[in-house]
């Protein structure tokens, strides 16, 4: 049996939305952040990172979300999540994933928790601007290159795909969200309508705005 440790609207909802687009019987724990469980003894033995998500596949332990995609969408290949191995679009499919947690998501960090790159609310505030004024430039490109494609790689849905609809449902409150952006609006509509992103968020007990 695979568990999936991770908290509602975290970094752990792609693992939870490939698990379920799979069709993998899984068990998802979600940690209560208001008392700090992520932090607990026994998560970190998990997860000396004290964060989420972690997978537990056997005798597997796997952290970072990306990662965990990765290794879902390879160890289950007749779902189609990923393109074959040595092909131009696993390329792309390998550059975007990376460009996505290695780029958007750390932005997000910086974003999201302020305090830990300045002291004072003045500094904090100016970090929190410029990284979303970052995160609207990346947005953009990637509205660009989403172009009018069905889903970020072309015509065949992939884990890319609810990776991006993760950070981009990060953006909900921000002054120019994802879903203003004239592609990835109907995009994020689109994922959304998946019977496992549905299924997930019920799951997670998410509720309007979904992104």
């Not at 033995?45 to 965990?68: K, M, Y």
Request: aromatic share 10%; glycine share 6%.
């Amino acid at each position: 049996m695979i568990t999936l440790y991770g908290m509602p609207s975290s970094a752990s909802m792609a693992p939870h939305i490939l698990l379920r687009e799979i069709g993998l019987p899984f068990d998802m724990v979600l940690l209560d952040r208001a008392t700090a469980a992520h932090k607990a003894p026994d998560y970190l033995r998990l997860n000396p990172n004290g964060r989420v998500p972690t997978l537990v596949d056997g005798d597997l332990v796997l952290f970072e979300a990306a990662g965990i995609c990765l290794h879902l969408a390879d160890s289950h290949p007749a779902a189609g999540l990923a393109p074959a191995p040595g092909t131009m679009e696993r390329a792309h499919f390998y550059q975007w994933l990376v460009f996505l947690t290695n780029t958007v998501q750390a932005d997000m960090l910086v974003y999201f928790y302020p305090e830990r790159h300045a002291e004072g609310a003045e500094a904090q505030a100016s970090v929190k601007a410029m990284a979303e004024a970052r995160l609207l430039e990346r947005f953009t490109l990637l509205d660009h290159q989403l172009g009018d494609k069905a889903w970020f790689l072309g015509d065949r849905y992939s884990a890319v795909d609810p990776y991006l609809f993760m950070l981009a449902r990060w953006t909900r409150f921000m002054g120019t969200p994802a879903r203003r952006l004239p592609n990835l609006g109907p995009y994020l509509a689109r994922v959304l309508d998946r019977p496992a992103v549905k299924a997930a968020f019920a799951a997670e007990g998410l509720g309007d705005p979904y992104y």
